[in-house]
């Protein structure tokens, strides 16, 4: 295989390159606790095999708030691999955040904030991150080790190259994604969460099933009716719609009944 080249980044994104053995997360957490980065800057894992990337935030609301990153940054990761892969490739998501390819995982995202923080606080930082498998290796992928499968082996998994998207590399997906990361960005300044909301909606793997959620007090199970404006998710349970919000999950806030306004 040859060496790929360094992506290059939109304005207001400034990469930094970890070699194949370094935690970008890691990398971006120490960096931004000790005020080396800051807002915008995207540390990125060399590996070619996987997508491994951690880019620092600088949130002007509370961290539950910032949670809303999430479903942004994968309605952003569906609409990169869109841009660039096969045009039959179903990209779906799993809340909070799982990505699947053709119903099988593929990655995933993550959210660290500073030791301690609190939902209600406004955070110092936040460290938004992004894993993605493009070949089967082993490799570090959203921060735990997985072995090497062969193809079809764990039907619960896959990779892009298996799934058709076998073009496309390391350089060109976190290209691809820092454009539409940004873009999007944009367009929740200006118009709010909803388009993000309807967008990952859209994608969302089992609208309308039953889904399994594991909470600070157990699995809750539900059927997904939809999402509320900071990225909980709405599930039917009997005769109740129950909230589960991102806070819960992240800081253990206790859920509650979705008694307000919220985007179904």
Known sequence: MSKLVDPEFPPLINGIAAEMDEDPVQIAFARAKSGEVGAGDLIWSRNENSVSLAIVLEPEVTA???????????????????AIGPPNLPITFDWPKTILA????????????????????????AVLSLGLDITWAAHQSTGTHRTEFEPGENMLRTVLHEEGAGDLDR?????????????????WEQDGFKPVHENWLFRADKRNET???????????????????????????????????????WFGVEGTSADKAVLQ
Not at 108 to 122: A, R
Not at 171 to 186: G, K, L, N, P
Not at 224 to 234: A, F, K, Q, T
């Open 64 to 82: 539950e708030h910032a949670l809303t990153m999430l479903p942004l940054a994968m309605v952003a990761l569906a609409d990169s691999i869109g």
């Open 211 to 249: 889904v399994v959620v594991k909470t600070a007090n157990g699995n809750e199970a539900g059927t997904l009716i939809g999402m509320d404006e900071m990225g909980g998710l709405l599930v039917k349970q009997d005769t109740i719609t129950r909230l589960i919000s991102l806070g819960e999950i």
């Open 171 to 187: 350089t060109m997906i976190i290209e691809s994604w820092a454009r539409h990361f940004t873009a999007w960005i944009d367009t």
């Open 102 to 125: 053709n119903g099988a995982v593929v990655g995933g995202l993550d959210m660290v904030f500073p030791e301690n923080t609190k939902g209600s606080e406004i955070p110092a930082f």
